[in-house]
């Protein structure tokens, strides 16, 4: 077996360790675009079944919440109005750490039934 001319062994595993903590960063960026997407998806069905409950005389609210997994409730508003539309407002949650990023909401509209 030959030796390599420089001492250049073991050089590749040397220039990637600092590369490592972009490539992290990097990932966790990406999951954090995921999870908003997520919340953004939820928020839509959310309202949705809200609206579908409103229209019905029925818990906006309670209808909202069976959609959602507890982490997007906690912090969940649902705000309707007399014409049924719905707005369903969510905390979008943080991949890192226990604070939420931004508000998100959704909307949807059902005309009343049998008022």
Do not use: C, H, Y
């Amino acid at each position: 077996m030959r030796r390599r001319a420089g001492g250049e062994a073991g050089q590749a595993a040397v220039e990637l360790v600092p590369v490592l903590p972009f490539v992290a960063l990097l990932a966790m960026l990406l999951w954090q675009l995921v999870v908003a997407g997520q919340a953004a998806w939820l928020a839509g069905s959310a309202a949705r079944a809200a609206a579908r409950a409103n229209a019905v005389n029925r818990d906006a609210a309670a209808a909202a919440r069976s959609v959602l997994p507890d982490r997007l409730e906690r912090d969940m508003r649902v705000r309707s109005a007399p014409d049924g539309d719905v707005t369903v407002t969510l905390s979008v949650p943080s991949v890192v750490g226990a604070a939420g990023l931004a508000s998100i909401d959704g909307r949807a509209k059902f005309e009343p039934q049998g008022r």
